[in-house]
């Protein structure tokens, strides 16, 4: 079974703060991706990876960076925590397969409040 | 924006089938339909994927039309735990997960 972990499925930050969202999958995977969820809105794609030290802009990237120096773990960054990231954060992986569609497994998520 | 289109919410009695429907009729050739789900507060799951014939595993049965525009999941024995909100998507290749709204599924014992 793919496995996806994230290193908290709670958070609490203060407003001005540095965050890291850590995300680790086993499956050798070469994509990895970083959304974020909330109501009304759907998932939306923040950044993704297709291999290490490579990261490409999804659709909200803004005021967000990451960052792939392992092929298992890829950190999504908020430089300067504010109150529109309170969100849920969800990583997932998936395999680089050419031309066939590779499907992607989703972490547990992370629930971030920014106070 | 969402290449599909999907009921806000539905329900089904435990025991039975729950067909799902979804329409995507701007589908272009070499896009996927993916289906997921996602159980409150968890990450979504994985269901089922297919291109244009019919697909079958443990979870679910995936239904797509000739014309490609629309499909139907099928989960046969609908259970308690299937309450879920279920997401089908398109894809573009070697594009991110666009979820829309999906459809939140309530199995009533």
């Known amino acids: 079974d793919v496995k996806v972990t994230q290193s908290s499925r709670y958070l609490v930050k203060r407003t001005g703060e540095k965050v890291f969202l850590e995300c680790v999958q086993d499956?050798?995977?070469?994509?990895m991706f970083w959304y974020r969820q909330d109501p009304g809105l759907g998932l939306r794609l923040i950044y993704f990876?297709?291999?290490?030290?490579?990261?490409e802009k999804g659709d909200i990237p803004e005021g967000y960076s990451v960052s792939r120096e392992k092929k298992e773990r890829f950190s999504l960054i908020l430089e300067s925590a504010s109150t529109n990231q309170t969100s849920m954060y969800l990583c997932?992986?998936?395999?680089?397969?050419?031309?066939?569609?590779?499907?992607?497994?989703f972490g547990p998520g992370t629930r971030l409040l920014v106070l | 924006d969402a290449k599909t289109t999907q009921p806000t919410s539905m329900d089904c009695a435990e025991g039975r089938a729950a067909n799902l429907p979804c329409n995507h009729s701007?589908?272009?050739?070499?896009?996927?339909v993916y289906w997921y789900r996602q159980i409150h507060s968890q990450g979504p799951q994985y269901i089922i994927h297919?291109?244009?014939n019919n697909e079958t595993n443990e979870m679910a049965s995936l239904i797509i039309t000739e014309d490609r525009k629309s499909s139907t999941l099928i989960l046969p024995h609908a259970t308690l735990r299937d309450t879920a909100v279920y997401y089908c998507?398109?894809?573009?290749?070697?594009?991110?997960?666009?979820f829309g709204a999906g459809t939140r599924l309530t199995v009533k014992p």
């Open positions: 998507i398109v894809r573009d290749p070697g594009d991110g997960m666009r």
């Open positions: 701007t589908i272009s050739g070499n896009e996927y």
């Open positions: 499956m050798d995977h070469e994509n």
């Open positions: 297919g291109l244009k």
């Open positions: 997932a992986s998936s395999l680089s397969s050419g031309e066939t569609q590779e499907t992607q497994y």
């Open positions: 990876s297709y291999d290490v030290k490579m990261k």
